[in-house]
């Protein structure tokens, strides 16, 4: 039996080594004043507004929209306390929180009946994806600490004997984490519906509970800010099916084999209860998450539930398959996808590894930027607002949802293209000129009265003629 289990053992060590080395270079990033997303910049500024002003919600006619609910803002502004700097609080606060949705994994798994190897092989798997093919782990975006939150409720919801007090406390876990950040509806709907097939009395309790604490979140909401959540979390923007075709082709190549795992299992273990909990979770993650890559700005983190779905899926194939050779054969498979992903790396990787280059010529080029902004006296528009959040320059406008806002008519870009014409920015700095993120107005207005003042491979910056 021990042969047949080697390449799984071999399969989770590698794993292991590829997350150590993933996780050494998170950490010794985390500090540097270097933009790796446009959400971080964005989460800074909230996260500032909440813990000063109370609120990270501006006012309805501001070019600062923000569309995310508002519990993350005050957890990572309550570190960033600690560490003086919010988007290195958020991305020390995503770092723990994917450590965390691991361990949950893990002990999901071990519930399911899964070995310590089978759940170290899930919980790995889903880690080594994150950070193989998306930039979430360690950076300030609240979905990895929603996630966190979220895989403790299904790991109190699974324990044996299951009791009410089990079930609220599981759907009070799951509506702190849509109030974290609101696609986190999958796993409770997946919850719910095998609850409905293998315990209806604690899927009432499970459901009567979660009613009450979503209901009584959105009164507090409302009693707190004045206006309803879903005013502000349901905000413009637009639809396109490319968007989804993009969006798998970079999540299938990573995720084709969990899936077959998954297929396999419903084939395999109709009649396993944790089996059926798998597949429903992975069904409805994996629909609902193309759906929601179709909305523009939609990043790989609409396919984390599906990607905690194929990691647990995996663990409990492995687990039941009725062979211990199937157990080798599935980890050569399994092994496919971390391959693919390293074979994919930009060879330039070894340049940006942190054992050999510390990121030199990438800060250096932040530094100049942020001290351009710094420099200027007054106002800065900046698409990555995480450089005008390092230059201590006042949030002014959200680039990327006013242009929804824009291109979904639901609001009119003439206060911007006004804005431009009268210089009330003294730097504009911008991502790319081709194609243009917004309006042909207010490019017109940004051409008419800026010019460059300096530009690189990364963006371009504007000051006034």
């Not at 360690?138 to 966190?148: K, N, S, T």
């Not at 069904?283 to 759906?291: E, I, Q, R, S, V």
């Not at 006013?402 to 009119?412: D, E, M, P």
Request: net charge neutral; hydrophobic share 55%; glycine share 8%.
């Amino acid at each position: 039996m021990m042969p047949a289990r080697l390449p799984l053992m071999a399969l989770t060590a590698a794993l292991a080594f590829g997350c150590a080395l993933g996780l050494a270079h998170v950490a010794c990033v985390l500090g540097l004043q270097i933009p790796f997303d446009p959400n971080e910049g964005w989460n800074a500024y909230f996260t500032q507004a909440a813990m000063a002003a109370g609120s990270p919600y501006p006012p309805p006619q501001s070019l600062m929209i923000d569309n995310y609910p508002p519990l993350s803002f005050y957890l990572v502004g309550a570190v960033a306390k600690l560490t003086g700097d919010a988007i290195v609080a958020g991305r020390l606060v995503a770092l723990a929180a994917l450590c965390v949705v691991g361990l949950g994994i893990g002990t999901v798994a071990r519930q399911m009946g899964c070995s310590r190897l089978e759940a170290g092989f899930a919980a790995l798997l889903f880690a080594a994806g994150i950070m193989a093919t998306t930039d979430y782990a360690g950076m300030d975006d609240p979905q990895m600490l929603g996630h966190a939150i979220a895989i403790g409720g299904l790991a109190i919801a699974l324990r044996e004997p299951r009791t009410p007090r089990a079930m609220v406390g599981a759907a009070l876990l799951f509506t702190l984490a849509f109030f974290i950040k609101h696609n986190l509806v999958v796993l409770p709907a997946a919850l719910a519906c095998w609850l409905a097939l293998a315990d209806r009395r604690a899927a009432r309790t499970f459901a009567v509970a979660g009613a009450i604490f979503f209901l009584m979140g959105l009164g507090l909401f409302r009693q707190t800010y004045g206006f309803g959540l879903f005013s502000r979390i349901v905000s413009a923007r637009s639809y396109a099916f490319e968007n989804i075709r993009v969006g798998l082709q970079q999540w299938l190549p990573w995720s084709a084999i969990p899936l077959a795992g998954v297929v396999a299992l419903a084939l395999s273990a109709k009649h396993d209860r944790y089996a059926v909990f798998c597949v429903i979770y992975a069904a409805l993650a994996t629909a609902t998450g193309l759906y929601f890559l179709g909305g523009a700005g939609v990043d790989a983190n609409a396919l984390f539930d599906a990607d905690i779905a194929l990691a647990l899926g995996a663990g409990v194939l492995v687990n039941r398959l009725p062979a211990s050779a199937w157990t080798g054969l599935a980890a050569i498979a399994y092994a496919v996808p971390p391959a693919v992903a390293l074979w994919m790396l930009d060879p330039g990787w070894r340049e940006t590894a942190f054992w050999l280059h510390p990121m030199a010529q990438e800060r250096a080029a932040a530094a100049g930027e942020i001290a351009l902004l710094r420099a200027a006296k007054g106002p800065a528009l900046c698409e990555m607002l995480s450089l005008c959040y390092w230059a201590d320059k006042p949030a002014e406008v959200d680039v990327f949802n006013v242009q929804q806002a824009y291109l979904t008519g639901a609001r009119s870009d003439t206060p911007l293209a006004a804005a431009l014409a009268a210089r009330r920015y003294t730097v504009v700095q911008l991502e790319a000129l081709s194609p243009f993120p917004l309006p042909a107005d207010v490019r017109d207005a940004l051409f008419a009265q800026y010019r460059i003042a300096r530009r690189d491979d990364e963006r371009v910056f504007f000051v006034p003629l």
